[in-house]
């Protein structure tokens, strides 16, 4: 990458524009797609940090009691973002029936086809270091996509059934929360302390995934052959070779 | 002819005076307004006595102990009237064959109209000897007098979910009473033990009106168990302010602070303490300054100290809790992400290197 003539001051180089190759880009991610993602993100970091200190509260504050409501805060937080939470993934859900292809790969996997399951392999071997260069994905990667059906949908729902009927216990019989969720997931676990370790296991199910996510998506930006990060802002893949 | 309640009551010389305090005791104590007294007076004038026979299995007898505390002297000693009249082993006076007898000749008089409180559980391992009842298995004397009963009450945590004798390993198999009876109805009064208002009123409620107080899924009367301790407890404020006793002694301890890092149970706990409270309303643990243990939610000696808030998981070692679980995992992932990255940027200068190689000449 050797330049032949000094920048512009201004930033303005048509020419090396002009030179420069083009890549391919492809719409992938609807604006309701990363609207959703990285608000649905944001819900989680709130969710999984006051969740946290719901279970090890903060060391006690002083004064008189009447003066202060910081762990009623904390929980309001969790429930405010867990409303956030709740709403977001309805209506990602309703987006994955209208939206385009790519919005539904979020919610299912083709398990029947042999050929994701190859492209599995061909994943791992690319994480393993067997293989100099990954396929081209259009939408989420195979091994991505399997992550983010169990992490995110199916541990969305659990989250989101566990979370309701803890919040119906406090909101006590009458509540929706308590008639459509409490109700029945009580009996189900059997008793109120199990159901809070279950949902505590939860969130580190999830901070696991979100690990792993963050990390796969900053190095296949760098790695791999398409453009990541970008994309969930932009919604564009860009293939670079 | 039968007795009625209130002949029984008045046999036993108790005035009519004090059986409308007791009728206005009981109504109050069930959530009943002032226009419940009047039907409760006249339904124990008119009904037929129910007789109630109480069964004793695997239990230590602390669910009697505070039935008899009621906190009302007069509850007690009408309650007791009327059940002590036919089958109570720790309570009555008869005993041996004598006694056996009076199971025998209530289940025949009363056939499907008399109620059975059960008090401990029925142990199943070895033909359920490890309880003998009579000279037979306790479980067999239960299915027996359970079979002609108009309804069953499992008496505490033992009857309604097996308590500590049914804690891991369970040796004996001490098995709840619902899972020993079928096709009659239960009603659950899990603690332990329960508190005795809250046993007087169930009972009460049973005799007067003639049906089941209403249940919850967990077939507890919702009158007693529809909140938890935490939702009435009077340190509430402190749990909202995130005023928390963190050691025993502390100076939040003695400002009576919200005992949630102590690993109080209140806020998983159904039960009526934080309004019924105990001893004729004279304290219950939290106000004594001890956390809720939990005696009133399935297994409780199973899930966990009851000094922890994120208490153990057993399935994964002793000492684990699901921050150390969800802890290590995340360490362990996160070493294998630091690795797994530092391993791809050595990968990726390799490649870059041996290309430039090739790229040599230019
Ligand atoms: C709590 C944090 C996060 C959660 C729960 C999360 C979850 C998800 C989910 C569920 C998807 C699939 C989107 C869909 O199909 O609708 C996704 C995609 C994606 N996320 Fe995240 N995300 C999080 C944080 C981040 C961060 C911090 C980044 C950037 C560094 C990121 C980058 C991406 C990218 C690039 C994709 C597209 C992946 C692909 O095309 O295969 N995410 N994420
Ligand atoms: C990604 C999603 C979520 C995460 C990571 C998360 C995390 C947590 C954690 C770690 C706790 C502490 C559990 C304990 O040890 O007692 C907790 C408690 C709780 N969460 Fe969530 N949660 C999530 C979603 C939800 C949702 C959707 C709701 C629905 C309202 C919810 C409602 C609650 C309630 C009511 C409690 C108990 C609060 C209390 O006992 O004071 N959570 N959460
Ligand atoms: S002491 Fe226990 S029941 Fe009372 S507010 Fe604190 S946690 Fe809840």
């Known amino acids: 990458m050797t330049t032949h003539h000094a920048p512009s001051p201004t930033g303005v180089d048509d020419d090396a524009v002009a030179r420069a190759p083009s890549l391919k880009s492809i719409y992938v991610y609807e604006a309701p797609v990363r609207l959703w993602h990285w608000v649905n993100a944001l819900a989680i970091v709130v969710l999984a940090v006051s969740g946290y200190f719901i279970g090890s509260p903060p060391p006690s504050v002083p004064g008189e009691a009447s003066d202060n409501f910081l762990f009623g805060y904390i929980r309001f937080a969790h429930f405010a973002a867990a409303y956030v939470f709740a709403v977001g993934f309805l209506a990602r859900l309703y987006w994955g029936l209208v939206g385009n292809d790519h919005s539904r790969e979020l919610f299912s996997i083709p398990v029947l086809t042999g050929a994701y399951w190859r492209e599995i392999g061909a994943m791992l071997k690319w994480y393993a270091f067997l293989r100099p260069y990954p396929n081209r994905y259009v939408g989420h990667n195979p091994l991505a996509r399997i992550s983010m059906f169990f992490a995110i949908f199916l541990g969305g729902i659990f989250m989101l059934v566990t979370g309701f009927a803890l919040y119906g216990e406090g909101a006590q019989a009458g509540h929706w929360s308590h008639t459509l969720f409490t109700s029945w997931v009580l009996p189900l676990f059997g008793q109120s302390q199990t159901l809070h370790t279950w949902h505590h296991l939860g969130m580190w199910m999830i901070v696991l995934f979100v690990m792993v996510h963050v990390y796969a998506a900053v190095r296949e930006d760098i790695m791999g052959r398409q453009s990541m990060i970008s994309t969930m802002l932009s919604g564009y893949r860009m293939f670079k070779k | ?362």
């Open chain 2, 1 to 362: 002819m039968t007795e009625t309640f209130y002949e029984v009551l008045r046999r036993q010389g108790i005035t009519r005076r004090s059986f409308i305090k007791f009728c206005s005791l009981t109504a109050s104590s069930l959530g009943l307004g002032s226009t419940f007294v009047p039907k409760i007076a006249h339904a124990l004038e008119t009904k037929p006595r129910t007789p109630v026979i109480w069964l004793h299995g695997l239990e230590c007898t602390c669910c009697s102990e505070s039935f008899i505390r009621s906190a009302h002297p007069l509850t007690k000693d009408v309650v007791l009237s009327m059940l002590s009249l036919d089958y109570d082993d720790t309570l009555m006076a008869a005993a041996g064959h004598q006694a056996e007898a009076i199971i025998e000749e209530v289940k025949k008089k009363y056939k499907g109209n008399y109620i059975v409180a059960v008090e401990g559980n029925p142990p199943l391992n070895e033909d359920g000897m490890f309880c003998i009842h009579g000279g037979r298995p306790f479980v067999e004397v239960l299915k027996e007098t359970c079979a002609d009963a108009k309804a069953v009450i499992s008496w505490g945590a033992c009857a309604s979910y097996g308590c500590v004798q049914a804690a891991k390993p369970n040796p004996t198999r001490a098995t709840p009473v619902h899972q020993v009876i079928s096709g009659k109805p239960i009603v659950r009064v899990p603690g332990c033990p329960p508190i005795a208002e809250v046993m007087t009123g169930v009972v009460t409620y049973m005799l007067t009106f003639d049906r089941i107080p209403e249940l919850d899924r967990q077939g507890r009367p919702k009158m007693f168990y529809g909140q938890r301790i935490h939702d009435k407890c009077y340190r509430r404020p402190h749990f909202d302010a995130g005023q928390f006793v963190e050691q025993w002694d502390d100076d939040a301890a003695r400002r009576g602070y919200c005992l949630y890092k102590m690993g109080c149970k209140g806020p998983t706990t159904y039960n009526a303490c934080s309004t019924v409270r105990w001893n004729g309303g004279v304290s219950f643990p939290i106000q004594s300054g001890h956390g809720c243990i939990g005696c009133s939610e399935d297994g409780f000696w199973d899930k966990g100290s009851f000094y922890d808030r994120v208490t153990d998981i057993k399935q994964f070692g002793i000492e684990s809790n699901a921050d150390k679980v969800g802890g290590t995992a995340a360490a362990v992932v996160g070493a294998g992400i630091a690795v797994h990255a530092g391993l791809s940027a050595l990968s990726r200068a390799r490649i870059n290197h041996s290309q430039e190689n090739q790229q040599g000449g230019n």
